[in-house]
């Protein structure tokens, strides 16, 4: 599988592991089966308090990290990168997201500026965004005139953000999908499974795969070793263009999932 390439010129893998919701003490004996199966990307996040296992689960591996910023840190974004570096044990992440723009805090424009110096310093090789909408991301690049390298949104079949989407291609964004099986309930869809029972797939491999064929980069959640390896071999899964097409249908303006960006 092809990684993705930045605006900044770096390389991303497509396919990576999320570890949102697995404790600490788990985390690490995930991370290292995915490493096992293949996985060259984890995802972590100050929020998820797993990035110590994280880090121990990485060890000395050369992997791509992300982590990120939660916004009661806004006002001071280099003591947050350097606290979740100090878990993960790593000199710098490969990507640095703001996780929500908060817009009541009225405080994402000033992470971003620190976001770039922490770029410039090597802390961070990347730097992007989380939630952001176009508001928002206009709202970055008009003050700075640096664009996101990456906007990690929630997006799944049921929810597919086309706007946002369409604003992050505009930029030369990438976006990257956050809830990618639509939290499970998307699995049992009587539209995925049938495509599932064509293809010979999971349902879950049948979204994955759905998820990278649109181009998008993907990080879906797995605590097993099983689903772990369901999702590495989702990259496997072709999809027809009748199928890729009736999965498109699915998008429902009011299938979001988590919070809405404009209250967090």
């Not at 176009?134 to 949104?153: K, R, S």
């Not at 946002?164 to 869809?189: C, E, F, M």
């Not at 010979?200 to 959640?221: E, F, M, R, T, Y």
């Amino acid at each position: 599988m092809t990684d993705l390439t930045l605006n900044d010129g770096r390389a991303m893998p497509r396919l990576g592991l999320g570890t949102y919701q697995i404790p600490d003490a788990q985390v690490a004996a995930v991370v290292r089966a995915g490493l096992d199966l293949g996985f060259r990307l984890v995802d972590t996040a100050a929020l998820y308090h797993n990035e110590r296992g994280v880090g121990e689960g990485l060890g000395h591996d050369d992997v791509w990290v992300t982590t990120k910023l939660w916004h009661d840190q806004h006002g001071d974004a280099a003591a947050a990168l350097d606290a979740s570096l100090a878990l993960l044990g790593r000199e710098h992440v490969d990507l640095y997201l703001i996780h929500w723009p908060h817009p009541a805090g009225g405080r994402f424009v000033d992470a971003w500026k620190t976001l770039i110096e922490l770029r410039e310093r090597g802390l961070a090789r990347s730097i992007g965004v989380s939630n952001f909408l176009p508001e928002h991301l206009d709202a970055i690049i008009d003050a700075t005139g640096v664009v996101p390298a990456v906007n990690q949104i929630e997006l799944h079949p049921t929810f597919q953000q086309r706007d946002v989407q369409d604003a992050n291609r505009a930029h030369g964004i990438v976006t990257q999908s956050w809830s990618p099986l639509g939290q499970g309930a998307t699995l049992k869809d009587g539209r995925i499974v049938r495509i599932a029972g064509d293809v010979g797939a999971a349902p879950a491999q049948v979204i994955i795969a759905w998820h990278l064929a649109k181009g998008l980069s993907v990080i879906p959640k797995a605590g097993d070793l099983d689903h772990l390896a369901s999702n590495w071999g989702a990259q496997e899964v072709r999809l027809s263009d009748e199928q890729i097409a009736a999965i498109d249908a699915m998008d429902d303006p009011d299938g979001r999932m988590g919070p809405d960006p404009r209250e967090m």
